[in-house]
């Protein structure tokens, strides 16, 4: 399909607001939005439909499951996939907005790569959640809602522990124990994708990273069971590992047990935060 010059301008116009738009909001989609300046409205591209069937999340999720499935619960009314080319790498992208009505042309993007070898990478980092699968995407984009201001985000899907289960622990699903350890999910909640920063060679590698903040009806202290944080970060190909304190806990013993045995060294970090 070949675009007269006005066409595309037109569109180089409004990749750039959408850029703007996108980095204002802290949503990195990297070279989705510039490249959107050369794309062609291509739902039925051989390359579109390539990068739909093979791609899959890490359950296996298909793209289409998952942008069906985040539809229902979260903000994200998906409007036309395209095709580009950038520095002399192909990208497929699909480009989304938060409300139905929205006539302007501020749109966000989630945009895959297609490497010179035929390898398909979602490029789009602020959408790495989706990796995972369609719960941790649509619980990011939901804790990104409750950010900007966003009225009626979805705080039943976001609060409900069950849509924590892909977080796996030693003692079993991490929304599974706080259920049983009566717990409530409260506010903050981050579901995030961190990329390495290539000027700090000591900082950890690419990973995900799952903080909540919860309310919990079960023995031990009250800096933990109320208001108490729990971080978990995974690696590519590694297994999720708790990174807080009560965190540790959850992966260690099972619900109602998470503060039955506090060795020394625990106590005096204890003891500290009740210091503080």
């Keep these: 399909m070949k675009l007269d010059r006005p066409t595309v301008m037109k569109k180089r116009m409004s990749g750039r607001r959408a850029l703007w738009f996108c980095l204002g909001r802290c949503l990195i989609c990297l070279a989705g939005l510039a490249a959107m300046s050369n794309s062609v409205l291509a739902i039925d591209s051989p390359l579109v439909e390539r990068v739909k069937s093979t791609w899959r999340a890490q359950d296996g999720e298909t793209i289409e499951q998952i942008i069906s499935n985040v539809s229902k619960v979260a903000h994200f009314v998906p409007r036309m996939w395209g095709v580009a080319e950038l520095d002399g790498h192909e990208y497929v992208f699909v480009s989304w907005t938060r409300h139905r009505d929205n006539k302007s042309d501020e749109q966000y993007v989630i945009t895959w790569k297609i490497a010179l070898d035929g390898t398909i ?132 013993y099972p619900p109602g047990s998470w503060f039955d045995r506090i060795e020394s060294k625990e106590r005096e970090e204890l003891e500290g935060r009740r210091s503080r």
Aim: hydrophobic share 35%; glycine share 6%.
């Design 121 to 252: 990478e979602l490029a789009s980092t602020y959408a790495k959640p989706m990796e995972l699968g369609w719960r941790a995407l649509a619980l990011s984009l939901i804790a990104s809602e409750i950010t900007d201001g966003e009225r009626d985000a979805n705080l039943r899907f976001l609060h409900d522990p069950a849509n924590f289960n892909f977080v796996t622990t030693t003692q079993g699903p991490l929304g599974d124990l706080l259920r049983q350890g009566r717990c409530t999910i409260v506010e903050p909640v981050g579901v995030d994708y961190l990329p390495k920063q290539n000027d700090k060679p000591t900082e950890k590698a690419d990973l995900w990273r799952v903080l909540l903040v919860v309310n919990c009806d079960t023995p031990g202290p009250r800096s933990f069971t109320h208001n108490g944080v729990i971080t978990f970060e995974k690696s590519e190909g590694q297994d999720w590992e708790p990174q807080s304190f009560f965190a540790k806990r959850i992966a260690a």
